[in-house]
């Protein structure tokens, strides 16, 4: 069980195991400090970046966990740039004290948001009243207008179907005439000078007009104006239940894009205006600063332990070997 924790220790801070296997027991527990020291900043970050990936991606269970496992591998991979430096590089502290800063800040933030949830959501519901109070008005003249234009179609169309329901009371029906011409053959006798009679037929022609009665082709204008009409007050029905139904509406619509950046809003007034939460906030910064910087400061402080040494060693006898090397080309 030893060999396996030491084993873990080496895969997480990138140690190599059969040179911890060969150093001293102080290696081996200088291992399994900066290991401790690992595990419990991933444990809280695990819990931070599962809550943010829940709380403000939107995301199931699955992709919480996700970013949990996401948020722990960043910082193993920062811990690795303190813990596997053998030289000691201010640049780089410097660099690591600014990020845990940063990280401790919103680390610190985000666990007061799940601390506080209730005291933000309270808080949230006086905001949202003023968000609400501000969209309300310009939406429901909107819709007003959109109202208001609707009922002027709906009377232009009831007038013009007024009018000409009127004409079809007064014409049911229209007669359609239609012309039709004929030829009747007349005989007419001549007589000439000699007293000769003869005969010629001539065709007369004429013509008869005659008319039927059919329905008014206005109707089918008729049945078209009452669909369009039809159509027109269901709208009117539905503009007037978005006006009835606005302020839930805009209500829920703020509520479901409230995002981190407004509870962050939240949370810096309860702490500007709440000692308490001021106090917790300071407690679980100081807490994820001190976490943040104990490898930093635990490296700073020590001397190089026989697993260094090593690692210093095999570098003077690869460049002893390149130096050879450069002589004998």
Same mark, same amino acid.
């Given at each position: ?29 200088? &291992? ?5 020291? @690992? $595990?419990?900043?991933? !444990?809280?970050?695990? *819990?931070?970046?599962? +809550? ?67 005291? &933000? ?5 006086? @905001? $949202?009243?003023?968000? !609400?109070?501000?969209? *309300?008005?310009?939406? +429901? ?15 232009a169309k009831e007038l013009l179907r007024d009018k000409l329901s009127a004409d079809l009371s ?137 697993y260094d040494e090593t690692l210093i060693h095999q570098e003077k006898v690869q460049k002893r ?9």
């Amino acid at each position: 069980m030893k060999n396996w924790w030491i084993k873990l220790g080496c895969f997480l801070t990138g140690y190599n195991y059969n040179i911890v296997a060969n150093s001293s027991e102080v290696t081996a527990m200088k &291992v399994k400090q900066n290991l401790s020291a @690992l $595990l419990i900043v991933c !444990v809280l970050w695990s *819990f931070i970046g599962f +809550s943010f990936t829940q709380r403000y991606l939107k995301a199931d269970l699955l992709g919480s966990i996700f970013g949990a496992l996401l948020s722990c591998m960043i910082i193993i991979q920062i811990e690795r740039q303190i813990i596997l430096s053998v030289y000691h590089n201010r640049y780089l502290y410097i660099m690591r004290l600014l990020i845990a800063l940063m990280m401790a800040v919103i680390g610190s933030v985000i666990i007061d948001q799940v601390i506080f949830k209730q005291d &933000v959501e309270k808080r949230k519901i006086s @905001l $949202l009243d003023k968000e !609400v109070n501000q969209v *309300f008005p310009i939406k +429901s003249e909107e819709l007003r207008l959109q109202t208001k234009y609707i009922d002027s179609t709906l009377s232009a169309k009831e007038l013009l179907r007024d009018k000409l329901s009127a004409d079809l009371s007064k014409n049911p029906t229209i007669k359609v005439y239609s012309n039709q011409s004929s030829a009747t053959p007349v005989v007419s006798t001549v007589t000439d000078s000699a007293n000769n009679v003869s005969s010629k037929t001539i065709l007369m022609k004429s013509k008869t007009t005659s008319s039927t009665s059919i329905p008014n082709p206005k109707m089918v204008m008729l049945n078209a104006l009452d669909n369009q009409i039809s159509d027109i007050r269901k709208q009117k029905v539905l503009k007037d239940n978005d006006l009835l139904t606005l302020r839930s509406s805009i209500e829920k619509d703020i509520k479901e894009k409230v995002g981190f950046l407004d509870e962050l809003k939240v949370m810096f007034i309860l702490i500007r205006e709440s000692n308490v939460a001021l106090g917790v906030w300071g407690i679980w910064f100081l807490i994820l600063l001190g976490l943040e910087l104990f490898i930093l400061a635990s490296k700073a402080g020590e001397q190089r332990n026989v697993y260094d040494e090593t690692l210093i060693h095999q570098e003077k006898v690869q460049k002893r070997k390149l130096e050879l090397l450069a002589k004998h080309n």
